[in-house]
């Protein structure tokens, strides 16, 4: 046995000491955010296991109504959405949660509430993939009220730009957790046989131009005039470029991981079928977009930055274009000379 290679293991940068560190620069802080990251942290491993379980089972055939214990065997969401509830109440950091499986928000009792945070967060995120293999994730914003007072809904309906951190957790070949509190992306692998997660990569910066773009094309003849031109020019440059490249996993963890490291542009846009899109603004639009601009990238909704959206209920849906900043740049532009071209229509 190698002893002096495990014990260079030791210093590795696991995540609870990357948080640390950044605690120890601000002395005012208690360790609250810290106490709740863990609770986030300690719940992503628990789903990383039961994806990796159901995964396994339907491998070989004992998935189904009943596990091998002939137990009743809860959906994946469902038991995820319980794992994120259990661990971010029992932090005592959370006042108020909000996810994608409860039409109503959680107002976390008094005896287990923390004065700070509100949660929002998508607990399994393209789960309709998992039989396939797919990568699917967590995806989590963190808000802090302005001051201590009774939680309400009207907390966790602000501007993405408000929030204070956020994140996603990818499930697939390997685990990799990628979190912003504002300063920067950093990514964290799990090592399975340490049950930590490790920084793998360290500021996260999302190259300025790419050359991969994101879509489901299926949708192709319901889309609106602009995003049909911006296909079409990734497609048929006009400057005589190479076009490119489509790749499109259906998973929004998986497709903006790969574009955050790769670069391009994931679109979600509206459509005919859908005009406000099919993505959640709290908690998939506004973390993934938090994230994406913390790694100098941008995200544009078809109007307006997409962390300046004012939501008005928990569950609004918007378009988003997001990725490099010189596509986002140029979608902007297909958007912004439409508007100018309809409303020079509608003066004349």
């Known amino acids: ?40 942290v300690l719940g992503c491993k628990f789903v990383c296991s039961s994806v990796n379980k159901a995964g396994l089972a339907k491998l070989i055939g004992l998935a189904g109504e009943t596990n091998v214990q002939g137990e009743e065997q809860k959906k994946l969401d469902v038991l995820s959405n319980e794992v994120f509830i259990k661990a971010l109440v029992s932090s005592g950091r959370t006042c108020i949660l909000v996810s994608e499986e409860d039409e109503d928000a959680i107002i976390v009792e008094p005896s287990k509430r923390g ?157 005919k079928k859908n005009p406000n899109g099919k993505l959640r603004v709290l908690y998939e639009v506004f973390p993934m977009s938090f994230l994406v601009e913390q790694a100098g990238g941008q995200s544009f909704t078809g109007k307006e930055r997409a962390l300046d959206l004012v939501p008005t209920k928990l569950h609004q849906r918007s378009p988003v274009f997001l990725g490099s900043y010189d596509d986002v740049e140029e979608i902007k532009g297909l958007y912004a000379a439409a508007a100018a071209a309809a409303a020079e229509g509608e003066a004349e």
């Open 1 to 40: 046995m190698d002893h002096s290679a495990d014990a260079l293991r030791t210093d590795l940068m696991t995540i609870t000491r990357f948080v640390l560190n950044e605690q120890s620069k601000h002395p005012e802080s208690r360790g609250d955010f810290t106490i709740l990251l863990n609770h986030i």
């Open 115 to 271: 004065k700070l945070y509100c949660v929002v967060f998508d607990p399994l995120d393209g789960s309709s993939n998992i039989d396939c293999g797919v990568s699917i994730g967590t995806i989590f914003g963190i808000y802090t009220l302005a001051d201590v007072h009774e939680p309400t809904v009207e907390d966790v309906l602000r501007p993405g730009k408000k929030m204070v951190a956020a994140g996603y957790c990818m499930y697939g070949s390997s685990c990799t957790l990628v979190i912003s509190t504002g300063a920067g992306v950093n990514g964290f692998t799990l090592d399975p046989s340490l049950g930590e997660f490790i920084l793998t990569h360290p500021g996260i910066k999302i190259p300025k131009k790419g050359n991969i773009y994101s879509v489901n094309e299926g949708n192709a003849k319901h889309w609106d005039g602009p995003t049909a031109a911006y296909v079409e020019k990734c497609k048929f440059p006009e400057d005589g470029s190479s076009p490119k490249s489509l790749r499109y996993i259906g998973s929004m963890v998986a497709d903006v991981h790969r574009t955050l490291l790769y670069g391009g542009i994931f679109l979600y846009p509206g459509d």
